[in-house]
């Protein structure tokens, strides 16, 4: 919504929110690891409580929200530092380590 009102706005604004690294993604990956630690207590829970079938559905969940948090990130590539391979580069849109962005894959996300 404040991507919406921002873009109504001030175009300014809404370029600093949604820029790469910034404001939205940031909230985005916060909430995705809040998203995460909640379900694997969930999982956890649910494992004690003798409810395989239901933890074993939430680590799948879990799984989900790794690959999200990682995807979103880049699996860490600007946190560590590491350069996109020539290859993937040629082929990533924003030329990072990620699926996402992969020409022909990105539709599917």
Sequence with gaps: MVG?????????????FTRE????EDLQVTLY???LLLCLRITWRRWQAGERLIAFLYLGLN????FLIGEEISW???IFGWQTTA??????RQGETNLHNINGVEGAF
């Design 21 to 24: 690294d910034g404001i939205a």
């Design 4 to 16: 919406v009102i921002l873009a109504l706005t001030s175009k300014e604004l809404y370029v600093l």
């Design 63 to 66: 799984l989900g929200f790794i």
């Design 76 to 78: 860490g590539q600007r």
């Design 87 to 92: 290859t993937l580069a040629e082929v990533n």
């Design 33 to 35: 690891v809040f998203s």
